[in-house]
C-alpha cells in the first residue's frame, strides 16, 4: 500500500518514488507508487494531477483513484516496475482544490452553527462547488453566513488534522457524525469553527483560502443549494463579472453603480417600444386582411380563397395571418414564406368551409418535398428552399 505523504504534509508538492506495478487498462495504465504526493478523487474533492518523471521524461498524470484500497495514478505510458521516478503536483490545481474543499468546511459550519441546517451533499468540480441544505434559508442567512466564513479566514486560523479512535471522536463537538463508523477516524478541525471526519486535503490556516463568495442561493427538494467559489477561482470569477457590468455600464452610458437603475429604464423602455411595435403590426396585420379581401373572389359556394407567397415574413407574423384570415367565413387560407433555407406553409380553414385542409397539406408536401401535419381545419409544413417555389405553389392553389 502506498504511503500517503498527502496526509502527512499537505504542502509537499513532490517525492521520490518507486514504481510498484503498472497495469493496463481502457484508456490506458493505472501506475502504483510506494509512496506519493499525489491525492485520489474521493470524499466529494477532486483528484490531483501532475507528472510522473523519469530521467528527461515527463509523464502526465490526467487522474488519480484508488481500487481496492490501492492508488492509481493513470497515464498514457506504462512504466517498468522498479524504476524510480519523481512524482511532481500540479500545485495550481491541488492549491485550487485545498481552497474549495476548506471553504466548504467553513461555510458548512456557519449554516450549522448559526441557523441549524446541515450539509446533506457535496459535489466538487473544476468551475463550480456546491452544498445541499437541509432546510431553506434566506438571502440574508446567505450573506451572514458569507460574513462569518470570510471572518474567519481574515483570522487565519490554525486548521489541524489527526487520526484518533472513533470513541475519542465521538466525544468531540462535531457538526456531524456517523456513530456508524469505528476504527481510526481522520478528523479535521478548524480552531475555534468546524470540526468533523474528511479524508480531504486542507491548507494548514484559514487565511489561505483567501475568500469565499456564495454565487447563488436556490430551493432543492426540501432545503436549498448553496453555489460558490473560493480563493483564486472566486477572484476569477469576481473579475470576470466586474468587467461583464463595467462594459454593460459603458454601452449604457452610466456609471457602474447605477447599473441596476439603468437595466431596469431600458426594460421599460424595450417594454413600450414592444407595446407599440405589436399595434403597427396588428394595423399591418389588419390593413393586408382588408387588400386580401377586397382582391378576393368568392367562388360559387361562396368560398374565399386568400393566398400569401411571401419572403419577408416572421413565423409568428404568418401564424397570425394565417389565423386572421381563418376568422372569414368559408375561407380557404395558405400562408408560405421563406426563412433560413426553408419554406414554411400554413394552411387555415375558416367556419363553413368542408374542404379537406390535411389533403391539401399533403398535396404542398409532395408538391415541395416538404413535412408536415395538423389537423382538418389547420395545418403547417416545411420543405428546404427550392427555385421557383411561389410559381409552382401559386398553380396548385390556383
Keep these: 500500500m502506498s504511503k500517503k505523504i498527502f496526509e502527512e504534509d499537505v504542502m509537499c508538492r513532490e517525492c521520490r518514488a518507486i514504481v510498484q506495478s503498472c497495469e493496463p487498462f481502457k484508456d490506458g495504465f493505472g501506475i502504483v507508487l510506494d509512496q506519493t504526493v499525489f491525492f485520489p478523487e474521493g470524499g466529494g474533492q477532486l483528484s490531483d494531477s501532475g507528472w510522473l518523471i523519469v530521467g528527461d521524461q515527463r509523464i502526465p498524470v490526467g487522474h488519480v483513484r484508488i481500487q481496492d484500497e490501492v492508488i492509481l495514478h493513470e497515464t498514457t505510458q506504462a512504466i517498468s516496475v522498479g524504476t524510480e521516478v519523481v512524482a511532481v503536483l500540479d500545485w495550481p490545481v491541488r492549491f485550487d482544490h485545498m481552497q474549495q474543499h476548506c471553504g466548504e468546511h467553513l461555510l ?45 479566514i481574515q483570522e487565519d486560523r490554525d486548521i489541524h488534522a489527526e487520526w484518533m479512535a472513533h470513541t475519542e471522536a465521538a466525544k468531540l463537538t462535531m457538526r456531524k457524525f456517523n456513530e456508524k463508523i469505528t476504527g481510526l477516524l481522520r478528523i479535521v478541525s478548524v480552531e475555534g469553527s468546524d470540526v468533523c ?110 393566398t400569401v407567397l411571401s419572403d419577408d415574413l416572421e413565423a409568428a407574423e404568418a401564424k397570425a395571418l394565417a389565423q386572421r384570415l381563418a376568422e372569414v367565413p368559408k375561407a380557404r387560407a395558405v400562408v408560405a414564406y421563406e426563412s433560413k433555407g426553408r419554406v414554411n406553409y400554413l394552411i387555415a380553414l375558416g367556419a363553413g368551409n368542408t374542404e379537406n385542409g390535411k389533403e391539401l397539406l399533403q398535396q404542398v408536401n409532395t408538391l415541395l418535398g416538404g413535412r408536415g401535419g395538423g389537423r382538418m381545419d389547420f395545418g403547417q409544413g416545411s420543405a428546404p428552399t427550392q427555385s421557383g417555389w411561389q410559381d409552382r405553389l401559386q398553380k396548385l392553389l390556383a
Excluded at 134 to 141: D, G, H, I, R
Excluded at 215 to 233: N, P, Q, T, V
Excluded at 270 to 288: P, S, T, V
Aim: glycine share 6%.
Design 108 to 152: 458548512s459550519y456557519a449554516f450549522w452553527k448559526l441557523f441549524q441546517a446541515d450539509n446533506v451533499g457535496f459535489h466538487m468540480n473544476p468551475e463550480l462547488v456546491t452544498i445541499d441544505l437541509n432546510k431553506e434559508v434566506s438571502a440574508e442567512e446567505v450573506r451572514q453566513a458569507e460574513e462569518m466564513v470570510n471572518q474567519q
Design 197 to 306: 471526519t474528511c479524508c480531504g486535503t486542507h491548507p494548514p490556516t484559514t487565511g489561505m483560502v483567501g475568500l469565499v463568495k456564495v454565487l447563488k442561493a436556490e430551493k432543492h427538494k426540501d432545503g436549498s443549494r448553496i453555489s460558490f467559489l473560493c480563493g483564486r477561482l472566486a477572484l476569477q470569477l469576481i473579475n470576470q463579472r466586474m468587467d461583464a457590468l463595467s462594459e454593460a455600464a459603458r454601452a449604457l452610458s452610466i456609471r457602474d453603480e447605477e447599473i441596476g437603475d439603468g437595466v431596469s429604464r431600458q426594460s421599460e423602455e424595450i417594454r413600450q417600444l414592444k407595446e407599440k411595435l405589436h399595434e403597427r403590426n396588428q394595423q399591418l396585420l389588419e390593413g393586408r386582411v382588408r387588400d386580401l379581401l377586397a382582391d378576393a373572389q368568392p367562388d360559387a359556394d361562396g368560398r374565399v380563397r386568400l
